[in-house]
Antibody
Framework: EVQLVETGGGLIQPGGSLRLSCAASGFTVSSNYMSWVRQAPGKGLEWVSV???????YYADSVKGRFTISRDNSKNTLYLQMNSLRAEDTAVYYC???????????????WGQGTMVTVSS | SSELTQDPAVSVALGQTVRITCQGD??????ASWYQQKPGQAPVLVIY???NRPSGIPDRFSGSSSGNTASLTITGAQAEDEADYYC?????????????FGGGTKLTVL
C-alpha cells in the first residue's frame, strides 16, 4: 500500500527547533518529488518546500533560511528540519508526493495524515 | 509569487450541480489541481490536469479551465461531498519549484 506517515510534531517554544519525519511505503522517496505542505489552524493550505529526485531543494519565502528539507534514501524517509521557529509556524504539517502525469501535468497525489506543530511559550 | 483566488463558501442543494472556481494568472500557464479536505483529514486529490480523476474519485467530479479560471464541478452533489475544496497550480512568477494554493472554498450541501 502506498502510504506516508509523518511524525515529530509537538509543542516547542519560539526560537526552538524541531525535525519532522515522513516515512514512505509502497514507493521510493528518492525517485519522486516530495513536498511539505502546512495548514495553520482554521486556515488554508500553504506549500512549504520540495526536494526533487535529483536533490534540488526549494522553499517558500516564509521559511527560507530557517527550514531544511532532506531525505534518507536508506530509510525511505523525508525530513523537515525547522529552526528559529515562530508562532506563525504553528500548523499541521503534511508531506505529499508530487506525481508527474506527463505533458507538464503534476499534482500532489499522496498525502500523509499530518503532524501538528505548535510554537508557543 | 502567484496567487489563486477562490470564493470562501458555496452551497448546493442535495442532488444539484455546483461549480467552484479558482482564478489566477498562473492558470494561464499551468493546469489546476483540486483537493477535497474533510474536517480532521488530509487533503485528497480529486481532479488533475485538464479533467482527470484519480482512481476511486466518483465521476460526478469534473474539471475545466478557461483563461485564468479553473473550475471544479460536482454534478449531483451528495451529502458526503460537503468539505473544503482547494485548487493549486505551479507558481508562474519565476519561482522555480514553487506551488501556490487557493484559499479554499467551503462547500455546504443543503
Amino acid at each position: 500500500e502506498v502510504q506516508l506517515v509523518e511524525t515529530g510534531g509537538g509543542l516547542i517554544q519560539p526560537g526552538g527547533s524541531l525535525r519532522l519525519s515522513c516515512a514512505a511505503s509502497g514507493f521510493t522517496v528518492s525517485s519522486n518529488y516530495m513536498s511539505w505542505v502546512r495548514q495553520a489552524p482554521g486556515k488554508g493550505l500553504e506549500w512549504v518546500s520540495v526536494i526533487y529526485s535529483g536533490g534540488s531543494t526549494y522553499y517558500a519565502d516564509s521559511v527560507k533560511g530557517r527550514f531544511t528539507i532532506s531525505r534518507d534514501n536508506s530509510k525511505n524517509t523525508l525530513y523537515l528540519q525547522m529552526n528559529s521557529l515562530r508562532a506563525e509556524d504553528t500548523a499541521v504539517y503534511y508531506c505529499a508526493r508530487e506525481r508527474d502525469y506527463g505533458d507538464y501535468i503534476d499534482a500532489f497525489d499522496i498525502w500523509g495524515q499530518g503532524t501538528m506543530v505548535t510554537v508557543s511559550s | 509569487s502567484s496567487e489563486l483566488t477562490q470564493d470562501p463558501a458555496v452551497s448546493v442543494a442535495l442532488g444539484q450541480t455546483v461549480r467552484i472556481t479558482c482564478q489566477g494568472d498562473s492558470l494561464r500557464s499551468y493546469y489546476a489541481s483540486w483537493y477535497q479536505q474533510k474536517p480532521g483529514q488530509a487533503p485528497v486529490l480529486v481532479i488533475y490536469g485538464k479533467n482527470n480523476r484519480p482512481s476511486g474519485i466518483p465521476d460526478r467530479f469534473s474539471g475545466s479551465s478557461s483563461g485564468n479560471t479553473a473550475s471544479l464541478t460536482i454534478t449531483g452533489a451528495q451529502a458526503e461531498d460537503e468539505a473544503d475544496y482547494y485548487c493549486n497550480s505551479r507558481d508562474s512568477s519565476g519561482n522555480h519549484g514553487y506551488w501556490v494554493f487557493g484559499g479554499g472554498t467551503k462547500l455546504t450541501v443543503l
